[in-house]
């Protein structure tokens, strides 16, 4: 009896050594607050040992919402702590395979699943959070013209409805033909809704001019003057044309075969402006029409030849204006510039020759209609049989309009002779005596 007694004893003593033995109390806790931040539903997740083939449970249940997060949690002995990898592996319903992060240590930490752009080809999750994106923002830009003729001096954009009409934007004053840019920057969700009111008043304007319908946009403004606007809206949705223009004259001394205007560095100098040729002494306008913000960066090369010149001739800086312009021959160049910045003058000469056989004491030459005779030009008085030569000179483009009255007297004569139709020219005129014009013209044009 006793002897079985002790094998009880024996035994009992032995299996509590091995229960001490055998399982080592768990104390240690992990715990991963995952996030999912990649921009879709996550329909795998799982959080299993490195080396194993046994994934376990689907974390992600039913799907894990974007921006939502879930708890997985963990718990080994001290040892099992030391000791533990994991795999976080993961897949998004816009993702083609699982990804996976295999080092992941027996932890507290937040973990954020990210897409595939955010990781780049690096680690699929962070364990901060990703950058807040900003709100997404959208950009309307004005770019007001004042074409109003005038100076502006108020220009304010508001909320359509609101009593605070903000900065006023024309600042110390927005010059004719100048512009400003107006900006303004919203959350996307609410541009479809905003209105606003553009309000402006230039120097010769009695009130306030307004647009109240301006929607949130990128677009050129041109502010109307009140004329222009017409009792409709006092602005257009356009940027305002420049309008350059030059007067070309021929002062070559031969006819223009070829004549280009074209932008420096085309290859492309365009239609030939002489025509079929562009004769010594005459003219052609060349316009040209820009929108405003863009005359300041154009320059244009002026190329012509002669029909003396070996080779074309060319100006290569002329800008967006309105200009006369003379061309001029090699020699008159000189190695200079080709052209001249003024209208071609021309030059009249009448060689007056008294044939009236007396002393002429009075002699005019001055505009038809015009009340001023201008000076005497017989001075003391132009002996009988003497000659004065009278000049007049004119910009070419106005030439062809001038007429100019003759008007003289002898001493032999009662009354003043007058030849109200004299163009400018270079011609001999004879001043004949009352018996010799015989009742017709009072002149000839030809010498004694």
């Known amino acids: 009896m006793k002897r079985f007694v002790s094998i009880v004893m024996i035994a009992a003593m032995c299996a ?32 299993y040992n490195a080396g194993s083939s046994k994934k376990g449970e689907n974390l992600a249940g039913n799907g894990f919402a974007d921006g939502a997060s879930l708890v997985i ?16 592996e993961f897949k998004a319903e816009d993702m083609s395979s699982s990804q996976k992060f295999e080092t992941l240590h027996f932890e507290v930490a937040p973990i954020y699943l990210l897409s595939v752009d955010a990781a780049a080809g690096a680690t699929p999750i962070s364990f901060k959070a990703p950058a807040k994106a900003e709100e997404v923002k959208e950009h309307a830009e004005y770019t007001v013209y004042n074409s109003t003729g005038a100076k502006l001096t108020e220009l304010y ?47 010769d304007m009695p009130s306030s001019q307004k647009y109240e319908t301006l929607h949130f946009e990128v677009a ?13 809206t006092p602005i257009k949705f356009k940027v305002p044309m420049e309008h350059a223009e030059y007067t070309v004259y021929n002062s070559t001394g031969a006819t223009v075969t070829e004549l280009y205007l074209y932008n420096v560095g085309s290859s492309d100098k365009g239609e030939n402006l002489a025509g079929a040729g562009l004769e010594k002494g005459a003219k052609v306008v060349i316009t040209r029409d820009l929108p405003s913000d863009e005359t300041k960066a154009v320059v244009y090369c002026l190329e012509f030849k ?30 200079a510039t080709p052209i001249k910045f003024k209208v071609a003058m021309e030059h009249a000469e009448y060689t007056v020759y008294n044939s009236t056989g007396a002393t002429v004491t009075e002699l005019y030459l001055y505009d038809a209609g015009s009340a001023d005779k201008g000076e005497n030009l017989a001075g003391k008085g132009l002996a009988a049989g003497a000659s004065i030569v009278l000049t007049r000179d004119l910009p070419s483009d106005q030439t062809k309009a001038a007429v100019y009255v003759l008007e003289f007297k002898a001493e032999n004569m009662t009354s003043s002779q007058k030849f109200e139709t004299l163009h400018f020219e270079v011609a001999p005129i004879n001043l004949l005596s009352i018996d010799a014009a015989a009742g017709a013209t009072p002149i000839k044009f030809k010498k004694p």
């Open 306 to 335: 002669a029909e003396d010149m070996p080779s074309s001739q060319k100006y290569e800086t002329l800008h967006f204006e309105v200009a006369p312009i003379s061309l001029l021959s090699i020699d008159a160049a000189a190695g």
């Open 220 to 232: 050129p403004i041109s502010l109307l003057s009140i004329d222009a606007a017409a009792g409709a």
């Open 16 to 47: 509590a050594l091995l229960v001490g033995c055998g399982a080592e109390e768990k104390t240690e806790h992990a715990e991963y607050t995952v996030y999912n931040s990649t921009g879709a539903k996550v329909t795998e997740l799982y959080l």
């Open 157 to 203: 954009l508001y909320n359509v409805g609101s009593s605070d009409k903000g900065e006023n934007l024309a600042g110390a004053g927005l010059e004719k033909g100048a512009k400003v840019v107006i900006t303004r920057d919203l959350p996307s969700d609410e541009t479809k809704a905003v209105v606003y009111c553009l309000e402006f008043k230039a120097e």
């Open 73 to 88: 949690t963990r718990d080994e002995t001290k040892k099992g702590a030391e000791e533990a990898v994991y795999v976080l």
